[in-house]
């Protein structure tokens, strides 16, 4: 497991039941921590109420999170035999920072799978482009998560013209993405809409975002792609896939963002 | 407006700031209110507690809808300018029903629009097959959804291969989806996996839904596309599109479930 990452993302339990955290330094893009980082965080305090894994989480986006301490309410609204169902809300202060609900359960492998699609075709990892935005990201510097050169046009004023990337993510001190890393992970690249040159290069705020886990991944890096099908009235959708070194999808992602403004 | 699915969707609220409310009659399927529908109710407490229309809404199931009346409690997170981030949850005595997280706001229209894809091609809804699961259904007496023949085969035994329904949405006493209509439109057609041969045609509980409101549907009826892409370890995805008259999409959904077990 990443340790960078687990202490990073570490939440503990006090007496009265909320959880205490802390965004750590350097996991911003651009002076804001990454939101599948703080997804992460919170997550890790959902699974610890719940007593189980994520399966389902959806985020809304409050405020930017900055380093320092923050506080994990967590309310386990039902907890059955098999699934739990968790809300969760961080703050900074008494700046609420995320809004998360989500169904907490274990996998339960097996029965007949119809999966339509597969893992992207890339580049050696080493012959890809980093995936962060061309601002300064202390996040891009903790993971490893980088681009088809096709899909990196947009930092040379080239967008391809596709609205979507493809490329590898990984933890640089461990082989293996955890389920808290694999929810981080469908938030790690830069937005697809870079690659249409309608928009500027910008801040592309994500309103609201929503991973199915479907698989533990198995060790080595995530095969991801990310693409926008309705771009729109300045917003736009951005699914991924993000499939593991087995070529099994392990998680599915899907968000609202606005597009940037310049 | 549909006066009938106006009336069963009506909330109240009180002065502790709580909605009533009252899952109606004959909203069910086998017993148990539309999941959708009870979105649509949810979503109108949050709406007015924002003090604007849903945007982006995920519902968490809890368990089954049962007519007689229910409590919405409605939480604004936070309220902004141009946005609002309001947590619900809906309850029927003290078992807790479904689980809500949403953003509110008016739609912004303007900017360059990219639409990868188009309205399904759909023969006349007269020679299109009711799209209601082969049990008793007061829901889809209440509302008009029908589905391509080529989709309905599962119907008589003959499912057609392909986990794809497309097909028709209308309310039967007005010409307007309204916005909450269209959140129920999303969960208003037969699971998807009914049309493979893998599966039984039996109950297959959504464990959560989320749906993105795009614009304000245009009178007429809706043109609607769920297809699944990722079936595997007993759950299964289906993504909705939804577009008006004027080939406009208006909506996309996306939703995690169990398979049927039969």
New interface residues.
């Given amino acids: 497991m990443s340790t960078e990452f687990a202490a990073a993302t570490a939440v503990r339990r006090r007496a009265d039941g909320r959880y205490d955290a802390r965004i750590a330094e350097g996991w911003d893009i651009g002076g804001n921590a990454n939101g599948g980082y703080v997804i992460a965080l919170a997550a890790r305090a959902m699974a610890d109420a719940a007593g189980r894994p994520p399966?389902?989480v959806?985020a809304?986006y409050?405020?930017p999170g900055r380093p320092g301490p923050v506080v994990v309410d967590v309310d386990v609204?039902?907890s059955g035999r098999r699934?739990a169902?968790v809300?969760a809300?961080v703050s900074a202060d008494t700046t609420?920072v995320l809004?998360?609900?989500?169904?907490f359960a274990d996998?339960?492998?097996?029965?007949?799978?119809?999966?339509?699609?597969e893992p992207p075709i890339l580049p050696p990892s080493d012959e890809c482009v980093s995936a962060a935005p061309p601002v300064a990201s202390g996040f891009h510097t903790r993971i490893m998560s980088s681009m088809r050169p096709v899909d990196a046009g947009f930092r040379d004023g080239c967008p391809s013209g596709t609205?979507e990337v493809e490329g590898w993510f990984a933890l640089p001190d461990s082989d293996q993405v955890d389920v808290f890393a694999l929810l981080m992970a469908t938030d790690a690249f830069a937005p697809v809409v870079f690659n249409?040159h309608?928009?500027p290069v910008g801040w592309s705020p994500t309103?609201?975002l929503?991973v199915?886990v479907?698989?533990v991944p198995a060790p080595g890096p995530l095969r991801c792609r990310f693409a926008?099908?309705?771009?729109?009235?300045?917003?736009f959708?951005e699914s991924g896939e993000l499939w593991d070194s087995t070529g099994r999808?392990v998680a599915?992602s899907?968000q609202?963002a606005l597009?940037p403004r310049g």
């Fill in positions: 399966l389902s959806t809304h409050l405020s609204i039902r699934m169902t809300a809300r609420p809004a998360m609900l989500g169904t996998q339960a492998p097996g029965g007949p799978s119809v999966i339509t699609g609205a249409r309608e928009f309103l609201e929503t199915h479907r698989g926008s099908r309705f771009i729109a009235d300045g917003m959708d999808l599915h899907r609202l597009v």
